[in-house]
């Protein structure tokens, strides 16, 4: 990401950002100065710079009879960051009072390749809270290597938020893990079925997902009904076997 979009996540106008890095470069300048580094009309940074002093981003001082402007340590960034992190924190919950009001249409999202099955795994650990469960029924082949769908940032946050797993499998998938307390594991009976379709289907929060390895597709369906009773079905059965 370029310094001038990041400037903009934190609220800085096209304007203000290319004024701030300029003299962040230049060090103290003259408004000339600056409207020759930017391109910016002169008229155009007399009006910006207040903003920036309002900001506390760039100061104001005296050399002879002349304005000399200079930009502020990078640091100061951090306060507004930290704004915007508040202002995101408390429209929060009106967003998610606003999500959960909406249509109780079911959302379905289908997607495809390596990407798509990926992005459901980012989706789990990304949607669940710390200390949640999923639950994973796993039909996949030995021949068919599940972490290569796994995006790198899945392990690490899974782990961080404490995330538990209820698995329902085959042996061979089972025998690929090395036993983890947040794992609670059932195996399918090899005379029912050898539960080889490389297939998973997954429940997480307001979510169920399948992924066909076969195809390399995905699809996610986002409807709490839904989800409910695919969880109450999971339970029954994790608990018969």
């Not at 409807?223 to 999971?234: S, T, Y």
Request: no cysteine; net charge positive; glycine share 4%.
């Amino acid at each position: 990401m370029q310094k001038q979009d990041i400037l903009g996540h934190l609220g800085l106008t096209t304007q203000e950002a290319a004024i701030y890095l300029s003299l962040l470069q230049s060090g103290p300048a003259l408004v000339s100065s600056i409207a020759r580094s930017t391109g910016l009309h002169r008229p155009t940074v007399y009006q910006v710079l207040p903003r920036l002093i309002e900001r506390e981003l760039v100061t104001v001082f005296p050399r002879k009879k002349q304005k000399m402007y200079v930009a502020e340590a990078p640091e100061k960034l951090e306060h507004l960051f930290e704004r915007f992190s508040e202002e995101f924190h408390d429209v929060l919950p009106e967003l998610t009072r606003l999500h959960a009001t909406g249509s109780t249409r079911p959302v379905i999202k289908f997607l495809e390749g390596k990407k798509g099955i990926m992005f459901v795994f980012t989706d789990i650990v990304r949607t669940l809270k710390r200390g949640e469960t999923f639950y994973r029924y796993s039909s996949r082949k030995a021949t068919t290597r599940g972490d290569a769908y796994l995006p790198p940032i899945y392990r690490e946050l899974r782990d961080t938020k404490q995330l538990q797993r209820w698995v329902i499998t085959n042996e061979p998938v089972s025998k690929e893990k090395r036993p983890r307390l947040e794992r609670a594991v059932k195996l399918i009976p090899r005379e029912f079925d050898l539960f080889e379709y490389d297939v998973t289907q997954l429940i997480y929060g307001h979510k169920v997902a399948f992924v066909d390895y076969n195809t390399q597709t995905a699809l996610v369906i986002e409807n709490p009904l839904v989800a409910r009773f695919q969880k109450k079905i999971f339970e029954l059965l994790f608990r018969m076997l």
